[in-house]
């Protein structure tokens, strides 16, 4: 893997390209996905050491212990915690607004995935309750209409 941190004197020049309405980029100039290790590390070398020094390693079967949550009374079944995300699993239309947001196959094995592989709490993602003002296409939908 190629690692390269450009300074903006150092940069190669590259040769004009003549266009009508000129290409956006995916990254700053100076910033490529290539670059991005590189000064990551350039970065946490600078930085100053952690707060926390262990002399030992941890052990981590508490994780795996149950946890109770103490207002509801319900239990864990371990202390790993699935956080939120925008799966973009399920159905998508750009015409049929009720053919939006309608559960998949894929999104079905995701969580029988998360729900077997020994999480203790799984977050779901985005769940939209609007089909016209989405946050992207794919997310699972509720429409107003639903009988829960």
Known sequence: MLLT?????????RQQQHH???????FPALVRPRHCLAALL??????PRPRYSQSSVSDARPLARPLEFEFSK?????RI??????????????IDLSARGIPTEEIINAYRWF???????????NLIVD???IEGAGNLIIPPDAPF
């Open 5 to 13: 941190i450009y300074t903006p004197s150092s940069r190669p020049r």
């Open 20 to 26: 009508r309405h000129p290409r956006p980029r995916p």
């Open 42 to 47: 350039a970065v946490s070398n600078a930085m």
């Open 74 to 78: 319900r239990v864990s079944r371990s």
């Open 81 to 94: 915690f699935k956080a939120s995300m925008t799966e973009r699993l399920a159905s998508w239309s750009t």
């Open 115 to 125: 729900g077997n592989g020994g999480l203790g709490v799984i977050l779901t993602g």
């Open 131 to 133: 089909a016209v003002n």
